[in-house]
Nanobody
């Protein structure tokens, strides 16, 4: 059974940092692309960052470039999203998702989803 479990969300002050984890089970990360998406209240789900676990290619959306970093640990079957210099507009539920093959930026291209983890940036 394919399962993705996110963790690491929290309440943090502006300028702070968080590291989100996406632990995969039931499949081997090495053949899948993983995407981090976020959804704020009243807004559409948007892609944040993606990694191809076959060739290590990554993609970061412009709104978080220079602040967020995606990485993976295949031995732990886990993908991470390091978030620095957090802003109130980063507040959202963050989801990780998996798809077979290469990176895709549309959430509709991802077949497997975690339950999400809440990130709140507020003073």
């Amino acid at each position: 059974q394919v399962q993705l479990v996110e963790s690491g969300g929290d309440l943090v002050q502006p300028g702070g940092s968080l590291r989100l984890s996406c632990a995969a089970s039931g499949f081997t990360l090495g053949y899948y692309a993983i995407g981090w998406f976020r959804q704020a209240p009243g807004k559409e789900r948007e892609g944040v960052s993606y990694i191809s676990t076959s060739d290590d290619s990554t993609y970061i959306t412009d709104s978080v470039k220079g602040r967020f970093t995606i990485s993976r640990d295949n031995a732990k079957n886990t993908v991470y999203l390091q978030m620095n210099s957090l802003k109130p507009e980063d507040t959202a539920v963050y989801y990780c998702a998996a798809r077979w093959g290469l990176i895709a930026t549309s959430p509709y291209e991802y077949a497997y989803w975690g339950q999400g983890t809440q990130v709140t940036v507020s003073s």
